[in-house]
């Protein structure tokens, strides 16, 4: 099976290099802007009325090779690659949530960028909190880790 997914625009942020990205979007006060292409402009109708928004993208910029076994950034100890965050996957794939500022027509304004300049975004969808806030009451390996 053969998927392919075509960009639906261009997430800019200030950040030109991964070790300038801050860990997770959660903890950025770093804005950014989506300049979503317009042929797809319409499909932005009605955003502006949330005030967080996920970005999915292609971690188009990771030089990482795809790793099963990885030691992520907050640990000491390997895990497998589906129990992290961490980019080097079997399919680049990364997720954002971020604060929605401003709608200017195909462009949108964020706040909480994580992402390197001119990553290709391949997706938005709104954050919606009686759909996507549960009780966490495992966290596997980040409950137990060393240190803070």
Sequence with gaps: MNIIYQ??????TPIKVKEDAPIQSARSEINGHVEVFLEFSEGLEGIEEFFQIYLLYHLNQSDQPVSLHVKPFLDDQTHGVFSTRQ????????????????????HLTFCGADMLDQTPLLDIKPYIPNFDVFEATKTGWYQNRKFH
């Design 7 to 12: 960009p639906i625009g261009i997430i800019h």
């Design 87 to 106: 980019p080097c996957r079997p399919n680049a794939i990364g997720l954002s949530i971020v604060r929605l500022l401003q709608r200017d027509n195909n």
